[in-house]
T-cell receptor, first 113, second 118 residues
Framework: QQQVKQSPQSLIVQKGGISIINCAYENTAFDYFPWYQQFPGKGPALLIAIRPDVSEKKEGRFTISFNKSAKQFSLHIMDSQPGDSATYFCAASMNTGFQKLVFGTGTRLLVSP | SAVISQKPSRDICQRGTSLTIQCQVDSQVTMMFWYRQQPGQSLTLIATANQGSEATYESGFVIDKFPISRPNLTFSTLTVSNMSPEDSSIYLC????FGTGSIYNEQFFGPGTRLTVL
């Protein structure tokens, strides 16, 4: 119940294309869903996050789509660029206690020029 | 966002030895978190370090193996004790936003310490 399942494990997208990464969860008590971007040798950086009271959140080229009934959420990267090549982690947490984050397994994205 | 630094950035250690990792934050935060990221894997929470109290460990992690100190609101250390090759990982500290904590449960991560145990 504490797991967050992420797919695909790796993704290759042409420059200018759309990258889509999907996550699914079981625990209905989760109410905060962030996405983190990690470059090699760096710590994860918060990219964008959503609460379940909205179905979509967009920040620049990055969009989170959230389907509460299906317990799924996804990250869409529009107009993907080589600089977007990184590992992306979805996560989930409950808005209680000490804000523990449960991370997905990660998706290694490569955007080819 | 907080500025977080970790020392060392990387180390290579012999099995059976211990390594202490430092995490320094540029602002006072109530909670600090320690994560482990094994090679090619996701992040797993080791423990939560609150200033003035014992750290809270997640299932599968024990204080004897990963003792944590939290002497003040800007600093914490994680020790990896009696290391084995299975401890080779990236160790990361993270903090919530400065102040009372965002309602969005954001966390900001340090750059990590890459540990290799031979």
């Amino acid at each position: 119940q504490q797991q967050v399942k992420q797919s695909p494990q790796s993704l290759i997208v042409q420059k200018g294309g759309i990258s889509i990464i999907n996550c699914a969860y079981e625990n209905t008590a989760f109410d905060y869903f962030p996405w983190y971007q990690q470059f090699p040798g760096k710590g994860p950086a918060l990219l964008i996050a959503i609460r379940p009271d909205v179905s979509e959140k967009k920040e620049g080229r990055f969009t989170i789509s959230f389907n509460k009934s299906a317990k799924q959420f996804s990250l869409h990267i529009m107009d993907s660029q080589p600089g977007d090549s990184a590992t992306y982690f979805c996560a989930a947490s409950m808005n209680t206690g000490f804000q523990k984050l449960v991370f997905g397994t990660g998706t290694r994205l490569l955007v080819s020029p | 966002s907080a500025v977080i630094s970790q020392k060392p950035s990387r180390d290579i250690c012999q099995r059976g030895t211990s390594l202490t990792i430092q995490c320094q934050v540029d602002s006072q935060v109530t909670m600090m978190f320690w994560y482990r990221q094994q090679p090619g894997q996701s992040l797993t929470l080791i423990a939560t370090a609150n200033q003035g109290s014992e750290a809270t460990y997640e299932s599968g992690f024990v204080i004897d193996k990963f003792p944590i100190s939290r002497p003040n609101l800007t600093f914490s250390t994680l020790t990896v004790s009696n290391m084995s090759p299975e401890d080779s990982s990236i160790y990361l500290c993270s903090v919530p936003p400065f102040g009372t904590g965002s309602i969005y449960n954001e966390q900001f991560f340090g750059p990590g310490t890459r540990l290799t145990v031979l």
